[in-house]
């Protein structure tokens, strides 16, 4: 069916009969062939409403225009969005017990365009008067670029994969459900991943429903039937679960939002269909100047060159007046580069250029679109530049165990390094032992033990919750001192006490830190009243109430246990975090 059917089938209001007409721009051909019109960017409708209103029989034509969907995904103004599922309860089958359902995302639509059309014909059911046309699209725009069901969505492909699985409760009222408290009713233990979103998220209010989870020919959802836990995006790629799940509600965005890296590494131990980016880093669990201070993460000079990651850009211009392009693809521009001349109603001239370039990129695609803006036909113009970024102070840094955090990068030759014979071994990153004490962060330490075990034996691990391959604190990792700690030098000098160095699986994150660092070189900064600024916020989380029902209705044996306060290895690291006194 196409499009312009199926709107007309599915609208409705005050008995009109609705006619409605696809309009198509002609594709035109510029003189260039990299850059042709390809398609059209929007979907332009005519609908012919006709029927009996208070004054007799009326007809009016009103004119509406959508962005062009795959599936539930579309484009607005250059942001990826996607319409989510909506949840509600299933009331025909309210006598027999809670059951909830799912409304479709063409339902969803379709049902808001319907009651925005069906408001604005109140004036002409009852005076003929015809509706603005710019109030009704205005309306529909707002609706798809800000309702709640009309998520963003990271252009990654770990977000893009987890769409299907996007729920939002929407105005579903129930004396057991808050969502911002992520409390629960009974019924959905099982359904619906508690830990996607984190608690008091005012932004987003969209939960991942738990991956396996299905809805029967009455879109009523259907318990999964292997025993998941969570949702497609953690369940596949987070390692160690047991170990941290004070912090895994962190874990779905920090992965939807990394970064594709240039030379990115199979982890030693990884998920069960893990598609992550990341590079393993020789890592030292200890303190080093201001380096380390709050969330710091320290990066050596040579590893920060390594740890290259892609970062596209995209430049647009939408107008009805002329345009001009300057480059063609494979053109290497930088920040300060004129890409468009956009020509206004005077003829004046603007050159667009693209600020976010940190050095030199490369134009990898461009393309031309039918479009429309505020009613006005327009071409619209999409440049696309790819560049590879090497690591620099202030990008964000994540790991596998929820720990965030702010590079800082440090010359080679003040960083420390091992001894090995007749060689120096230089140690890559520095994460403070109070960003693993104060996140109880001890997956960090599981995997940097786990991925020296993997080295050694020439193996690759598969972590899946709560089935780990290897625990902490197996004889097999304190046999091959996959545990032991290691004697670090700095300029010669031998320090005091032996650190915990192994190799650690860190990624990019596409975020730039706009946090002032409270310490920068050694000195502490102060705020505006010339006070010291403070420490960072204490983060992390507790397992609250509904995950343990989620956990205790799948029926999984002593995951409770391993949750708990006394969970196997916290004696042993909080013991190894003390030993960890170079500073």
Same mark, same amino acid.
């Given at each position: 069916m196409s499009i312009s059917k199926f709107i007309e089938k599915k609208l409705s209001s005050r008995g009109f009969k609705f006619k409605v007409k696809e309009i198509n721009n002609i594709d035109s051909q510029s003189s260039n062939t990299e850059i042709s019109i390809l398609e059209n960017d929007v979907q332009k409708f005519i609908i012919n409403i006709s029927g009996y209103t208070k004054i007799g029989l009326r007809k009016c034509n009103i004119s509406l225009v959508l962005p062009i969907f795959n599936g539930n995904i579309y484009e607005m103004n250059g942001v990826k969005r996607a319409i989510i599922r909506k949840l509600r309860l299933n009331y025909a089958k309210l006598l027999v017990g809670r059951s909830y359902i799912i409304d479709d995302p063409s339902k969803i639509l379709m049902d808001n365009i319907n009651e925005i059309i069906s408001s604005s014909l109140e004036n002409f059911y009852h005076k003929g008067t015809v509706p603005p046309e710019n109030i009704i699209q205005n309306s529909i725009d707002n609706f798809l670029k800000t309702d709640q069901v009309c998520q963003y969505i990271p252009d990654n492909k770990i977000a893009v994969r987890g769409i299907p699985e996007m729920i939002t409760f929407g105005d579903l009222i129930e004396n057991d459900l808050d969502v911002e408290k992520r409390s629960f009713p009974n019924e959905l233990a099982g359904l619906v991943d508690y830990n996607s979103t984190s608690t008091g998220d005012r932004i987003n209010f969209s939960y991942r429903m738990v991956k396996g989870t299905k809805t029967n020919s009455q879109k009523e959802l259907i318990m999964n039937d292997q025993k998941n836990l969570f949702c497609s995006t953690i369940q596949d790629n987070a390692i160690g679960i047991q170990y941290n799940p004070g912090r895994v509600h962190l874990l779905r965005p920090q992965f939807e939002q990394s970064l594709e890296i240039v030379d990115s590494e199979i982890p030693y131990i990884t998920g069960p269909n893990s598609v992550l980016n990341g590079m393993h880093f020789l890592t030292a669990i200890m303190n080093l100047s201001y380096g380390t201070y709050?969330?710091?993460?320290?990066?050596?000079?040579?590893?920060?060159?390594?740890?290259?990651?892609?970062?596209?850009?995209?430049?647009?211009?939408?107008?009805?007046?002329?345009?001009?392009?300057? $480059?063609?693809?494979?053109?290497? $521009?930088?920040?300060?580069?004129?890409?468009?001349?956009?020509?206004?109603?005077?003829?004046?001239?603007?050159?667009?250029?693209?600020?976010?370039?940190?050095?030199?990129?490369?134009?990898?695609?461009?393309?031309?679109?039918?479009?429309?803006?505020?009613?006005?036909?327009?071409?619209?113009?999409?440049?696309?530049?790819?560049?590879?970024?090497?690591?620099?102070?202030?990008?964000?840094?994540?790991?596998?165990?929820?720990?965030?955090? $702010?590079?800082?990068?440090?010359?080679?030759?003040?960083?420390?390094?091992?001894?090995?014979?007749?060689?120096?071994?230089?140690?890559?990153?520095?994460?403070?032992?109070?960003?693993?004490?104060?996140?109880?962060?001890? $997956?960090?330490?599981?995997?940097?033990?786990?991925?020296?075990?993997?080295?050694?034996?020439?193996?690759?691990?598969?972590?899946?919750?709560?089935?780990?391959?290897?625990?902490?604190?197996?004889?097999?990792?304190?046999?091959?001192?996959?545990?032991?700690?290691t004697q670090l030098y700095i300029k010669d000098r031998k320090l005091i006490n032996k650190t915990y160095v192994n190799p650690l699986f860190i990624i990019r994150s596409d975020k730039i830190a706009h946090e002032i660092l409270s310490c920068k070189d050694g000195e502490q900064r102060l705020n505006t009243n010339h006070l010291p600024v403070s420490g960072s916020k204490a983060s992390g989380q507790r397992m609250d109430v509904s995950n343990r029902e989620n956990i205790n209705f799948k029926g999984l044996i002593n995951i409770d246990k391993i949750m708990s306060e006394r969970s196997p290895g916290k004696n042993h690291v909080c013991n190894l975090i003390k030993s960890i006194k170079n500073d």
């Open positions: 709050e969330d710091a993460i320290l990066f050596s000079e040579s590893a920060a060159a390594r740890f290259r990651c892609i970062r596209k850009h995209k430049i647009r211009s939408n107008t009805s007046f002329n345009t001009e392009i300057l $480059v063609s693809i494979g053109s290497k $521009v930088t920040a300060i580069d004129s890409l468009v001349n956009v020509s206004d109603v005077d003829d004046k001239i603007t050159n667009m250029c693209c600020s976010k370039i940190q050095a030199i990129g490369t134009v990898t695609d461009i393309k031309r679109y039918h479009s429309s803006s505020y009613g006005r036909d327009t071409i619209k113009t999409v440049i696309e530049i790819t560049e590879h970024c090497q690591l620099h102070p202030g990008d964000k840094i994540t790991t596998r165990g929820g720990i965030k955090g $702010v590079a800082v990068i440090f010359p080679d030759n003040k960083m420390p390094y091992i001894k090995d014979n007749d060689r120096d071994i230089p140690i890559d990153v520095c994460i403070s032992p109070t960003s693993i004490y104060n996140r109880k962060s001890i $997956v960090s330490l599981w995997e940097m033990a786990l991925n020296n075990y993997c080295i050694k034996n020439k193996t690759q691990l598969v972590s899946i919750p709560f089935n780990e391959p290897i625990d902490f604190n197996d004889k097999i990792l304190i046999e091959e001192g996959c545990h032991d700690l």
